[in-house]
């Protein structure tokens, strides 16, 4: 199949089912109501469920009771929604089940408004719910690699036995791009016989399988714990991804960001370079695990005078890129968030009062 021309969120839900994935449960929310919309027939034509829960409280523990029997399954939602889910998937973490999540962010805090945000990076990086527990988090920058990155995101969360989250803003769930789904990511699932509640009879064993949360004794609740650090530390040196954007020169600045933002950056950057101006940029793909060596190895190049974060929050991504600059050069930050996104021309002005 060559490329079709989609709308992000119906092509986040395509590559849901291209990757394997039959089963999404959900609760609308602008601005990526259309994934429900799409799968609520599409998922019937493939032999798939779709289920809309009664509130997204519910639909986490959907998500949970799925996983926990092994089944591959997906959500969508966007800022509030995935609020409301965070109890459910510190219980989905803490239980080892994999499941992907899609946050197409909005404007916030509060009810906030319908357009697009990255003001959820705290709430998915820093771990909205309680406890100790990480997602594996993924910022596509297109449409194209929000389908590439959703269908690497069930075998990686059966890799790990851990949610994934996919974390889009507004731009990426409603604009159109020419798309297509590579095969070779599906990724054949995992053998859950070893955890999952699927049935004795299924998996032919005599033994019970036990999937929960609850650890009362402390010291049980530490082992579990530091098995579940061990994991994000695997994490850590497994699964960090990042592009880099004209690095090779003698940049003045480096600039990070991720997701659409990213995308004005690199206009930024190239009519700089015609003025004669160089700039570097390091876009994080993986939000945790973060790129702090790519991002510290890029700003102490001698030529290179500061970092910028630029973002469609108000300071969040800015903090990351302060722990991995680690004081070798100043770190600066430019954002904009309510729906606003940042224009060439004000991010130019912005770079031009640095430099």
Known sequence: MGKVLMKGNEAIAEAAIRAGCL????????PQSEVAEYLSKRLSEVGGVFLQGESEVAVSYMIFGAAACGARVFTTSSSPGISLMSEGISYITAAQCPAV??????GGP?????????????????????GDYRLLVLAPASVQEAVEMVMTAFPLAEKYRNPVMILGDGLIGQMMEPVEFPDQLKGEPSNKDEWATNGMDTRRSERRNLVKTLYLVPEELNAHNLKLKAKYDRMNREEVRCETYNLQGDYQLLIVSYGTMSR????????????????????????????????????????????????????????????SVRGARPVHWYGKCGGEVPTPEEVMEE?????
């Open 101 to 106: 999540f899609v946050n197409i962010m909005r």
């Open 23 to 30: 089963n999404y449960f959900a609760y609308p929310i602008t």
């Open 264 to 323: 004005v950056c690199r206009t930024v950057i190239d009519t700089f370079k015609e003025k004669g101006i160089e700039i570097g940029m390091v876009r994080p793909q993986t939000l945790f695990p973060f790129p702090r060596q790519a991002i510290h190895a890029a700003v102490c190049k001698a030529s290179c005078r500061a970092a910028v974060s630029i973002e469609m929050s108000m300071g969040q991504l800015v903090e990351d890129v302060e722990l």
């Open 351 to 355: 770079i031009g009062r640095l430099l």
């Open 110 to 130: 509060g009810l906030g408004g319908i357009l697009p945000s990255q003001a959820d990076y705290f709430q998915s990086v820093k771990g909205g719910g309680h």
